[in-house]
């Protein structure tokens, strides 16, 4: 169990275009997902944690803007990337953790986004 | 999220031979998570300690911890090239839930 998917799993993009990545839950409810990037050698930096029905919190220095996050439901929370460029060309891993349990996270698998 | 510190950043080993790998953090903290990720994928958990446990086995991982030292270390023992993938540390600080990674080590077995 502990299930979490992100789709796309890859996507190319132009410059100026927004592009929505989905993280769901597969087998669980998730109070409580998180937004991290993660730059090619790098470690994961989080952007912001949401919470079903409520605004993101976002970490400093994370434009919230640019970076839109709605969690709707208990299994679903997307990541909008606005106006694009490349400088936001990323891996972009969600991660979900269940209620009860405030201490463990189950990551996606990533999605990585080019833009061009 | 303030990051922890890894080292090596880097380690090549042989089949067979064992990996250690250390982080280091700053604070004080409810648990420290030990996690592997392949190459452009996503974190798979290895292992989690809480503050007031030293050391943990799971497998051929070993996992230890000194609060003193805001220290621990990740041992896998008789590596394959299997376990070629990069693997970070991630800590809960006390007051807190959310991750903070630590750099990261890459670690290559050669077969």
């Known amino acids: 169990g502990a299930v979490v998917s992100q789709h796309p799993s890859w996507v190319i993009c132009k410059s100026g275009t927004s592009v929505k990545i989905e993280c769901r839950s597969l087998?669980?409810?998730?109070?409580?997902m998180f937004w991290y990037r993660q730059f090619p050698k790098q470690s994961l930096m989080l952007m912001a944690t949401?919470?079903?029905?409520?605004?993101?919190?976002?970490e400093q220095g994370v434009e919230k803007d640019k970076f839109l996050i709605n969690h709707a439901s208990l299994t679903l929370s997307t990541l909008t990337v606005t106006s694009a460029h490349p400088e936001d060309s990323s891996f972009y891993i969600c991660?979900?953790?269940?209620?009860?349990?405030?201490?463990?996270?189950?990551f996606g698998p990533g999605t990585r986004l080019t833009v061009t | 999220s303030q990051q922890g510190e890894e080292d090596p950043q880097a380690l090549s080993i042989q089949e067979g031979e064992n990996a250690t790998m250390n982080c280091s953090y700053k604070?004080?903290?409810?648990?420290l998570q030990w996690y592997r990720q392949n190459s452009g994928r996503g974190l798979v958990h290895l292992i989690l300690?809480?503050?007031?446990?030293r050391e943990k086995h799971s497998g051929r991982l070993r996992v230890t911890l000194d609060t003193s030292k805001k220290s621990s270390s990740l041992l896998i023992t008789a590596s394959r090239a299997a376990d070629t993938a990069s693997y970070f540390c991630?800590?809960?600080?006390?007051?807190?839930?959310?991750?903070?990674f630590g750099a990261g080590t890459t670690v290559t077995v050669r077969a």
């Open positions: 991660s979900a953790r269940r209620s009860g349990n405030p201490y463990e996270q189950y």
């Open positions: 087998d669980f409810q998730a109070t409580t």
């Open positions: 949401s919470n079903e029905g409520s605004k993101a919190t976002y």
């Open positions: 604070t004080s903290i409810n648990n």
């Open positions: 300690i809480r503050s007031n446990e």
């Open positions: 991630a800590y809960v600080a006390s007051n807190d839930y959310k991750l903070s």
